[in-house]
């Protein structure tokens, strides 16, 4: 257990409604990350984090935003939720680059 | 454009069998690569990480190669069981801490 939670778990919501998917940890770890995983495409990086109020884009950053005012809580936000956003959303920390990567246990989003 | 590929999607072996998994990636020099575990509903679990300096890296039943010159790893679960059968991802890490990951291959090991 690396101390990792995301909440909620599971959500269903209507599309132009905004989300917000909460990234909590308990180990001070500096880098956190937010995937989306889709059939067919596997898992992609949305945003991550190297630090307090340090946040880059991945590779499918459209319509989503983040924010990591302090070390344990990294958000993620999408502005308005569209049904190409359906999927299933992980958080990950690690203390640094290069080493092990911890991933939460998933949270399961639908736009209806 | 980066792209990571693992060679296929589905990979069935008999128990007791060496199963080998492949990653091929192409624009992208990677500090490091690292293979990880996902079962069913779950999130991934990390497994081995090789750096691009390193050639060979084991860890019980498991053995990772990295090739930067051919830009592939290969993954290998020697003595395989029913236990091992998952998906298998591999991922490739950047000195600034970003990390991207393949598609998967999902191995299925029949008694």
């Known amino acids: 257990d690396a101390g990792i939670t995301q909440s909620p778990r599971h959500k269903v919501t209507e599309t132009g409604t905004p989300v917000t998917l909460r990234c909590h940890q308990t180990?001070?770890?500096?880098?956190m990350y937010w995937y989306r995983q889709d059939p067919g495409h596997g898992l992609r990086l949305i945003h991550y984090s190297y630090g307090v109020k340090d946040t880059d884009k991945g590779e499918v950053s459209d319509g989503y935003s983040v924010s990591r005012s302090k070390t344990e809580d990294f958000l993620l936000t999408l502005e308005s939720a569209t049904s190409s956003q359906t999927s299933v959303y992980f958080c990950?920390?690690?203390?640094?680059?290069?080493?092990?990567?911890?991933f939460g246990e998933g949270s399961w989003l639908t736009v209806v | 454009s980066q792209k990571i590929e693992q060679n296929s999607e589905a990979l069935n072996i008999q128990e007791g069998k060496t199963a080998t998994l492949t990653c091929n990636y192409t624009?992208?020099?990677?500090?490091?690569l690292q293979w990880y575990r996902q079962d069913p509903g779950r999130g991934p679990v990390f497994l081995l990480l090789?750096?691009?300096?390193?050639k060979e890296k084991r860890k019980e039943r498991l053995k990772v190669t990295f090739d930067t010159t051919l830009k592939q790893s290969l993954f290998h679960i020697t003595a395989s069981q029913p236990a091992d059968s998952a998906t298998y991802l591999c991922?490739?890490?950047?000195?600034?801490?970003?990390?991207?990951f393949g598609q998967g291959t999902t191995l299925q090991v029949k008694p």
């Open positions: 090789i750096r691009e300096n390193e």
């Open positions: 180990e001070n770890h500096r880098y």
């Open positions: 624009n992208y020099s990677p500090a490091y």
């Open positions: 991922a490739l890490g950047s000195n600034t801490g970003k990390l991207i």
């Open positions: 990950a920390i690690t203390t640094g680059s290069g080493n092990t990567i911890y």
